[in-house]
């Protein structure tokens, strides 16, 4: 999950992950110019955050958790 420090989002949705003990990497944008231009790069140049990139390469920009835990299931599947 890229992320900021300062993201209300993104701690919201590191929280519900945490708490449903979904695992995750938080990697934070603003320490990682690597990590921004991907972010951009999967937001028409934006850096919004929270971005989840999912083991099959694909990315989700402030998802709803009900909506990141159905994209791991498929996955899983």
């Known amino acids: ?3 900021t420090v300062w993201c209300g989002y993104c701690q919201r949705l590191k929280s519900q992950m945490m708490r449903e003990g979904v695992e995750f990497t938080e990697i934070d944008i ?3 110019p690597d990590a921004a ?3 951009e790069n999967a937001n028409a140049g ?3 955050v929270p971005t989840v990139v999912f083991p099959d390469g694909s ?3 402030n998802p ?6 159905a994209k791991l299931e498929a996955l899983a599947n």
Do not use: A, R
Request: no cysteine; aromatic share 14%.
């Open 1 to 3: 999950m890229f992320s």
């Open 30 to 32: 603003e320490h990682s």
């Open 59 to 61: 990315t989700m920009t």
């Open 37 to 39: 231009h991907f972010v």
């Open 46 to 48: 934006n850096q919004t």
């Open 64 to 69: 709803p958790y009900k909506e990141l835990v």
